[in-house]
């Protein structure tokens, strides 16, 4: 187990870097948060919580390296949501490359699990060029690939659907999914980091559960109180809100699926406290949604 930590967090004020920036703040460590916008809200609550603020922009590779300077970790985390899948691309290998003008001992990319087995998904390729680039960059690394985060249920889009009793997915509801809780991604995460010699030059897929559509209504009948019925949806509902890279991501779903080892993780890293899914939804408050 390692003692204190000084960790450059990216993305510090998404989801992924936010929950593990706070994560670290609780077990002591020390956390450099890299953000664009300080004076956000987000980025005020985690200088409250102890964080320092290092203001840069992945497209300036400048910033990365000097918030990376004499920090003992750098966790990366890049999205190809606002700008697309060619900046998701140049933004990973910069702050990569960054971490190692900067001397950094350990790098974490969060990527996605399967992107090395070639699903020609677009934004799981993306995420697998950066990861080729990492793995030949000569910096000890850790690749940490998370599948389906159970906080998709949370999303805007999906609690209306819920309040009204349904669960839509374009998935047969007889087909399984295995899904991740964002603690429990977080947990892992800083686990890796404070063991990197355990975890140095590998890539991890990572899930908290494995259950099927039908299996996820049906938990959410118990924990929200009313009914919740799974409806399958269209791919060409999934192309008109999420275009075509959607479509590819839902197919590979139905013929092939993430293949985390959810065993064996639980099996060999039990302080991390996985959650299934109906533990999960317990912690939440669903009167949003009804």
């Known amino acids: ?47 409250r919580l102890g964080a320092e603020l290092a203001e840069g922009d992945f497209e300036d590779p400048s910033t990365i390296e000097r918030a990376a300077r004499g920090v003992d970790s750098v966790f990366v985390v890049a999205t190809p949501f606002e700008a697309g899948t060619e900046a998701e ?12 003008a900067a001397g950094v001992g350990h790098l974490v990319y969060s990527s996605v699990s399967d992107a090395d087995r070639d699903t020609g998904i677009p934004h799981f390729d993306s995420k697998r060029e950066v990861e080729r680039h990492i793995e030949g960059l000569g910096v000890p690394y850790t690749i940490v690939a ?24 374009a998935l047969l509801a007889s087909r399984s999914l295995q899904q991740i809780a964002l603690s429990d991604l977080a947990a892992f995460t800083a686990l890796v980091l404070e063991n990197r010699e355990e975890f140095a030059d590998r890539r991890v897929d990572v899930a908290s559960d494995e259950l099927t559509g039908e299996e996820a209504a049906g938990i959410l009948t118990r924990v929200m109180g009313h009914e919740v019925r799974y409806v399958e949806l269209s ?25 985390a080892d959810i065993g064996a993780l639980r099996r060999d890293h039990p302080e991390v406290g996985w959650h299934g899914l109906e533990e999960w939804a317990r912690e939440k408050d669903w009167s949003v949604a009804g």
């Open 89 to 100: 691309v140049r933004h990973g290998i910069s702050a990569a490359d960054a971490a190692k």
């Open 146 to 169: 998370p599948v389906y985060f159970m906080e998709n249920l949370l999303a805007p889009w999906m609690l209306p659907e819920l309040s009204e009793g349904r669960l839509p997915m």
């Open 1 to 47: 187990m390692a003692g204190s930590l000084s960790v450059l967090v990216g993305g510090a004020t998404g989801q992924q870097g936010g929950a593990l920036a706070r994560l670290l703040l609780q077990k002591g460590h020390r956390v450099k948060a890299f953000v664009r916008r300080p004076d956000s809200p987000e980025a005020g609550e985690l200088e």
């Open 235 to 259: 791919l060409d509902a999934v192309r008109q809100s999420m275009g075509e890279d959607g479509v590819r991501m839902f197919e590979w779903f139905d013929r092939v699926g993430y293949s």
